[in-house]
């Protein structure tokens, strides 16, 4: 049988493992409001973007593309929307509807400044948090769950134990019939060949060889040799010596199982089992990819230390560096160290994950969420005009 975990079941069946209010600020221009009424009323987190006035054509889309996709996310039980009008405001709104949940919208001009709004704002959240606070928790398949699989700050112990670790609960979470996203193609850089025989057909291989040739011509195009820059000195002080050396440590975390599919940036998986997310190496563009395809839950492995989360989903720091361990413990949700220093088996640290992520789905909060180290970076395809 498979784990079961206690999670909230949303209107259009996907399952949550948060219950939160979602205030999303579709505009540059709203974004204090938005984070103002996050401060004020609990339960509520803020969606905001430095950019979407004047974008054009891919660009455009993308940015409404993982608004609204994070809109949707099953961890959120209704949205906010908050623009510079009511037009901007329904149009990002008429994006999340389909999910079924409670979403309502403000303008800033309709509304009549930034103190109204954030007044009015904070007593629609706080309805929204009462409404959100009646949904209980009730017991649901673990493998009904997309977790997502992260790395940074990269060291020698990162493809020894923390990514190895990770593998195996990765493995495991396939068999029981759930989704693992694998991103940052980047890092795939000198072993991309081997997950491309992984493919379950032809054409996910190829896609995921142009993946990484797509960001490897992009660096050249912009006279960046990526094999100059990568590993970072950050991975070469921790131990790492060739790019080849860190790929394989990168490609480890999403475990040994065939890929069922190739996605872009902040799509949805359509097939359970391993999956390849095409994002930019950034930790932060990165996750925020992983948000709009509705991650779940995303374990981010690292070795010389890294303190960021995403918002929205509990982000797991795992690491593998006993130094990291101790110096960071207040950042560090799960330690793999023993792998190195008291001779632990990958399979038992990975069983102690597998109990810890878990517990996360059911409540248990990260060390992310307590120190709010949640940021969100959108990816940018082109200038605004």
Not at 148 to 157: H, K, N, Q, R, Y
Not at 248 to 265: F, N
Request: with cysteine.
């Amino acid at each position: 049988m498979n784990t079961q975990f206690m999670g909230y079941k949303r209107p259009d069946g996907r399952i949550g493992v948060r219950n939160l209010v979602a205030l999303l600020s579709v505009m540059d221009n709203t974004n204090a409001v938005a984070n103002r009424i996050a401060s004020i009323v609990d339960g509520t987190i803020a969606i905001t973007t430095p950019f979407g006035r004047t974008q054009i054509g891919f660009d455009h889309e993308m940015t409404l593309k993982t608004l609204a996709g994070i809109g949707q996310h099953p961890n959120v039980a209704s949205v906010l929307v908050m623009s510079i009008s009511l037009e901007s405001a329904n149009r990002m709104a008429d994006m999340i509807r389909p999910s079924g949940k409670p979403v309502v919208v403000l303008g800033l001009q309709e509304t009549g400044g930034t103190l109204e709004l954030t007044a009015k704002g904070a007593r629609i959240a706080t309805d929204l948090v009462v409404k959100a606070s009646e949904l209980n928790r009730e017991k649901l398949p673990f493998s009904d769950l997309t977790i997502a699989v992260e790395c940074g700050g990269s060291d020698a112990t990162s493809g020894i134990a923390g990514n190895p670790a990770m593998g195996l609960f990765a493995d495991r979470f396939v068999d029981e019939g759930g989704t693992i996203i694998l991103s940052e193609p980047a890092e795939f850089m000198g072993a991309e060949h081997l997950l491309a025989a992984r493919a379950q057909n032809e054409r996910d291989g190829r896609r995921i060889v142009e993946m990484v040739k797509w960001f490897e011509d992009e660096a050249k195009r912009h006279g960046v040799d990526m094999r100059g820059t990568n590993p970072t000195p950050d991975n070469m002080n921790g131990g790492l010596t060739t790019l080849e050396e860190k790929s394989l440590g990168a490609i480890a975390k999403g475990g040994s199982r065939p890929v069922v599919e190739t996605i872009e940036y902040a799509d949805s998986p359509t097939k359970r089992g391993l999956v390849i997310m095409n994002t930019p190496s950034a930790a932060c563009e990165s996750m925020t990819g992983l948000l709009g395809g509705g991650s779940q839950i995303i374990l981010f492995s690292t070795g010389r230390g890294n303190a960021i989360g995403a918002p929205v989903s509990p982000t797991v720091k795992v690491t593998g560096n006993p130094n990291t361990a101790q110096a960071m413990v207040e950042n560090i949700d799960v330690d793999v160290s023993a792998i190195i220093t008291a001779g632990e088996s990958r399979e038992s640290a990975a069983a102690r994950l597998w109990d810890e992520v878990v517990k996360i789905a059911s409540g248990k909060l990260t060390r992310c969420e307590i120190l709010r180290e949640d940021q969100l970076s959108v990816s940018r395809w082109a200038p605004s005009v």
